[in-house]
């Protein structure tokens, strides 16, 4: 079965709510088994996810305060794409809005799916590296602070549950794994 086959039948759909970040549609559905069915579907703004690492190992990570969950969370710089921006430029936009940062070399690793059950929203990951520091531009809609430790650090943060956004501990373990091929 190809990624496109699906095994429902999709009788109706309707739009509930959307409010530029998100939609989400109800579809009317026959379901594999022949019984009728709805399906609620989240549809979000696709992001990047990007890991700045330092020549000598260190990795810079965010602590921000984040309204959907109530509480603070350590996490890989992410930000959604804007219209007409790939996932690169992304990258490159958040990276220099959060933390004053460039990168002159990119490496893409791949993108995760945050929650494949009623979510739409491709999260692409990325390591950034050979950075160069200049001035974050401050968002006083945000409250972020920036955190550098080293890489192996991060990842024992990840195991220890420390770091629980799902697209920063695929993107942590990921670069672990790729550096250390």
Known sequence: MSEYDSPYRVLG???VYNNGWIKVTEDRVVRPGGQEGIFGIVTMKEGSTVLPITA???VYL???YKYGIGRFSIEVM???MEEHEDPLGAAKRELKEELGLEAQRWTYLGYVDPFTTV???KNHMFL???LETGAALEDPSEVVEAMRLPLKEAVAMVIQGEITHSASCVLLLRANNYLRS
Do not use: H, L, P
Request: hydrophobic residues 15%.
């Open 13 to 15: 759909q309707r739009e």
């Open 56 to 58: 000598d190992g260190d």
């Open 62 to 64: 965010v602590k921000e």
């Open 78 to 80: 992410s930000g959604g």
């Open 119 to 121: 979510v739409r929203s």
């Open 128 to 130: 950034a590296e050979e």
